[in-house]
């Protein structure tokens, strides 16, 4: 079964608008939760973050919201810019005593931004 | 600083032969996790080091997949007989312990023909 879904493969989305793309999840224990962004032939690259305790996070140009009771999340980029293309991806983890868990990952978001 | 280096970057194999993956993490990161990414699908975590600690193992999708770590940093992913089904892309991360945020390498793309 698949904790962390990521339903929409790609997003296209016009040069200046907002950016917005959902993951939902269903493990209750997940704690954290984070998305990268990768490149083709890259490794995936870390950009934001939120704890389960918060609602919200900003960075720059970048939002994550989570709505816990709906086990929802999902990151804001404003305003989009060409170079936003990528597949991002949404991850969760669940603290264990010992470190973290491995995180585990959506399937990922393809975004397209259209000059 | 240098980041997580893996090697090699890609590898072709025929059916039934054993890989070995290298996983360089960054200087004084005490985890390291390997994960794969098959086509279309999103990272699939395999395994764990955190420090000197047992590794956790719960990933690894058959005793086909060994992995270890030298003196607490590089690792070693290590596959026998490799099927047409483990093509993939292997990527490596470490952390800071007690840290969430983890930085991967650059993958290694294995090609079982």
């Known amino acids: 079964d698949q904790q962390v879904k990521q339903n929409s493969p790609s997003l296209s989305v016009q040069e200046g608008r907002i950016s917005i793309l959902n993951c939902d999840y269903t493990?209750?224990?997940?704690?954290?939760f984070l998305w990268y962004k990768k490149y083709p032939a890259e490794g995936p690259t870390f950009l934001i973050s939120?704890?389960?305790?918060?609602d919200k996070n900003e960075d720059g140009r970048f939002t994550v919201f989570l709505n816990k009771s709906a086990k929802h999340l999902s990151l804001h980029i404003v305003p989009s810019q060409p170079g936003d293309s990528a597949v991002y991806f949404c991850a969760a983890s669940a603290y264990s005593g010992g470190g973290a868990d491995g995180l585990t990952f959506g399937k990922g978001t393809h975004l397209i931004i259209q000059p | 600083g240098a980041g997580v280096s893996q090697s090699p970057s890609n590898k072709v194999t025929e059916k039934g032969k054993d890989v070995e993956l290298r996983c360089d993490p960054i200087s004084g990161h005490t985890a390291l996790y390997w994960y794969r990414q098959s086509l279309g699908q999103g990272l699939e975590f395999l395994i764990y080091f955190q420090g000197n600690s047992a590794p956790d193992k719960s990933g690894l999708p058959s005793d086909r997949f060994s992995a270890e770590r030298t003196g607490g940093s590089v690792s070693t992913l290590t596959i026998q007989r490799t099927q047409q089904e483990d093509s993939a892309v292997y990527l490596c991360a470490s952390s800071q312990r007690d840290s969430y945020q983890q930085y991967f390498g650059p993958g290694t793309r294995l090609t079982v023909l």
């Open positions: 939120i704890s389960s305790i918060k």
């Open positions: 493990n209750s224990m997940f704690d954290y």
